[in-house]
């Protein structure tokens, strides 16, 4: 079983910036595509960004060139860096990882969700 923890989560002003962490920890397993999704009150949850297991990074058109998503395969950790944080962006933040496990001679790939972290930017 694989457990994400994340952090970084908090309160800033608009203009602000805060940087997000995700880290997975377990056994036997390999890490695919991270990435973070975030939901705000009454709305669904929206893709912000994923990187894969390589270096390629997708943004949603609302934070590109205002958020930067990262990889330390090493730490198992994705990053989710926010500069120049609007109101628009407080949400619920949710880390999301692609894993593949491997038990018994089988591998398994599931998609697991951290436990969400706010976001509150205020104008």
């Known amino acids: 079983q694989v457990q994400l923890v994340e952090s970084g989560g908090g309160l800033v002003q608009a203009g602000g910036s805060l940087r997000l962490s995700c880290v997975a920890s377990?056994?036997?397993?390999?890490?695919?595509?991270m990435g973070w999704y975030r939901q705000a009150p009454g709305k669904q949850r929206e893709l912000v960004a994923v990187i894969t297991s390589g270096t390629t990074t997708n943004y949603a058109d609302s934070v590109k060139g205002r958020f930067t998503l990262s990889r330390d395969n090493g730490k198992n950790t994705v990053y989710l860096q926010m500069n120049s944080l609007k109101s628009e962006d407080t949400a619920v933040y949710y880390c999301?990882?692609?894993?593949?496990?491997?038990?018994?001679?089988?591998?398994?790939?599931?998609?697991?969700w951290g436990q969400g972290t706010q976001v509150t930017v205020s104008s």
């Open positions: 999301n990882v692609d894993i593949t496990e491997y038990s018994g001679g089988h591998k398994y790939t599931n998609g697991y």
């Open positions: 377990g056994s036997n397993f390999r890490i695919n595509a």
